[in-house]
């Protein structure tokens, strides 16, 4: 698919988005646009939904989902399984990236992206191809080839983790990459290392959603738009100025807000 998407296309269109588990509402209607090549960043307080929303793009099957539309390249998301979706360019970088004992960092790799090119009806890439082109990649995250040996994610500091997410993004070049989270807990150097692999990657077919607490990412990374979701809607967006606003002043406007939504909304029944 992303050899269909060129910059300015719309990627993500979501209207009235809605998710609840165990009988609780969390995404309470959400509406969002991405075109191809932009780069969206997502802000908000604790329990606001941040994480949730990026399961649900990603098609964690434990959330009722209802929208007026939820679209993805023109597909409707809600008939596509996770592996589906993945194999259309939909990429999830996990705030607390799972360890998988017993399988090598570059098994997997090879695995999901000849899974990926046997789904565009290409040819799986050869073990040397594969090899030359993944030692390249790892370049870009700072990390010593003897890590696509090791079981993923075992034995991996918090960083490490966070950078081999980001390899796996760079091999599997999707057309919409979801970072939850993914700079929490990262010093300063991994960080840049971190911002400086999403740069890279950025170009007229690839999109991002950055889910973050703070602005220090966007010091590296440039976005196109910044949206605060607060009480399960995003209650405003704007530039990388919003960011900036937060940092000085906090989420609780808008935690009030979504409060006070709350309690008009339950007068109202």
């Not at 009988?23 to 309470?28: C, D, N, T």
């Not at 008939?79 to 705030?95: D, K, V």
């Not at 990262?186 to 703070?214: E, K, Q």
């Amino acid at each position: 698919m992303s050899d269909k998407q060129t910059s300015g296309d719309m990627l993500l269109k979501i209207r009235n988005l809605s998710a609840e588990t165990g009988g609780v509402r969390i995404l309470k209607g959400i509406n969002l646009e991405l075109r191809a090549g932009e780069v969206h960043v997502i802000m908000g307080p604790n329990g606001s939904g941040k994480s949730t929303l990026s399961q649900v793009l990603a098609g964690r099957d434990s959330y009722q989902v209802s929208a007026d539309e939820f679209s993805f390249a023109g597909h409707d998301l809600r008939g596509m399984s996770p592996e589906e979706r993945a194999r259309e360019g939909i990429f999830l970088a996990f705030q607390y990236p799972v360890e998988i004992p017993g399988v090598s960092t570059v098994n997997l790799l090879k695995e999901s992206l000849n899974a990926i090119r046997k789904h565009r009806g290409e040819q799986p890439m050869d073990a040397m191809d594969f090899l030359t082109m993944v030692k390249k990649k790892i370049k870009l995250v700072d990390m010593s080839e003897e890590f696509l040996y090791r079981s993923v994610n075992e034995a991996f500091s918090g960083g490490e983790k966070k950078r081999s997410e980001i390899l796996q993004m760079a091999v599997l070049e999707p057309c919409l990459a979801i970072l939850d989270e993914t700079d929490s807990g990262l010093d300063v150097d991994a960080l840049r290392l971190l911002a400086d692999g999403v740069n890279r990657l950025r170009g007229p077919g690839r999109s991002f959603l950055v889910i973050t607490h703070y602005q220090r990412l966007l010091e590296y990374i440039e976005p196109d738009h910044v949206h605060i979701l607060a009480g399960g809607r995003i209650a405003k967006s704007g530039g990388r100025e919003l960011a900036l606003e937060i940092e000085r002043e906090g989420f609780a406007a808008y935690e009030r807000g979504a409060d006070a939504k709350k309690a008009g909304s339950s007068r109202a029944g």
